[in-house]
């Protein structure tokens, strides 16, 4: 009985290894082991992913190097989550997390951002994953109020956005964070109270007392709601209309 013995040998973390020769995932071991990129990335477009198990298993194994040019090879050729994965292998988180954000895994993107210490870029990311709460303590820890304004808007906590751009001093995002609280609930006894305030100080004390009117309509009990009442009240007072004011 004869067999064939078509194997290299290949350096590794452990000393080095036998694999078989010949097929794709071989052709791509060998491509890669020699830095030769391109043609890597031509190869592996041809098999249309199918060698794509055995670049992985490959990378996990192989010296950092390595997992960095079998990365490179997933990205060129437009294999994100794999490129991802490999850099994330490699320690190279600045390269896995563009390629995490490219694959659309935003979680994953955000934590290797963390790990570099990129917290506004992890702030973003995690804010793109739908985790408000991890968003939120990272835009506090790098200060930026802006994104904490934003974020709390974005997550419908209207009063503490329309509180955050306060601090901000920035008199459009709050207007427009109320408006946008009111639209989303009509009823919203806070945002009708701080937007009718905001029109009063600003001259506009007849649409605040029409704006209250009219929230009054969607608040159950709001003949019995002082705050909104006495808002009411001193709009009224300041349009002119003491009487219904009283």
């Known amino acids: 009985m004869t067999h064939s013995f078509d194997f290299a040998f290949v350096d590794d973390e452990a000393g080095?290894?036998?694999?078989?020769?010949?097929g794709p995932a071989a052709q791509l071991r060998s491509l890669v082991s020699r830095g030769d990129i391109d043609n890597a990335v031509r190869i592996y477009e041809e098999t249309q992913g199918s060698a794509r198990a055995e670049l992985l298993e490959e990378a996990r194994t192989a010296s950092f190097e390595t997992k960095k040019a079998i990365g490179e090879t997933f990205k060129r050729a437009r294999d994100f989550a794999?490129?991802?994965?490999?850099?994330?292998?490699?320690?190279?988180?600045?390269?896995?997390?563009q390629c995490y954000e490219q694959a659309g895994d935003f979680l994953k993107a955000a934590q290797a951002w963390k790990r570099r210490n990129e917290l506004s870029r992890a702030a973003a990311c995690?804010?793109?994953a739908g985790k408000t709460a991890e968003a939120l303590e990272l835009y506090k820890q790098t200060g930026s109020?802006?994104?904490?304004?934003?974020?709390?808007?974005?997550?419908?906590?209207?009063?503490?956005?329309a509180k955050a751009y306060r601090a901000q001093q920035n008199l459009?995002?709050?207007?427009e964070v109320?408006?946008?609280g009111l639209s989303a609930s009509p009823g919203h006894v806070g945002c009708a109270?701080?937007?009718?305030?905001l029109m009063v100080a600003h001259g506009r004390a007849q649409?605040?007392?029409?704006?209250?009117?009219?929230?009054?309509?969607?608040?159950?009990?709001?003949?019995t709601n002082p705050v909104l009442l006495t808002t009411l009240g001193n709009a009224l007072e300041a349009a002119g209309a003491a009487a219904q004011a009283q």
């Open 16 to 22: 080095g290894r036998f694999v078989p020769v010949g």
């Open 145 to 161: 109020k802006e994104g904490v304004a934003e974020l709390l808007a974005r997550s419908g906590q209207f009063i503490e956005a």
């Open 126 to 128: 995690f804010q793109r």
């Open 178 to 180: 109320l408006r946008a």
């Open 193 to 197: 109270v701080r937007l009718a305030e």
């Open 82 to 97: 794999a490129a991802a994965s490999c850099f994330e292998q490699a320690r190279a988180e600045d390269l896995a997390a």
């Open 207 to 223: 649409q605040a007392a029409e704006l209250l009117t009219e929230s009054a309509r969607h608040v159950p009990n709001a003949s």
């Open 172 to 175: 459009h995002g709050e207007v």
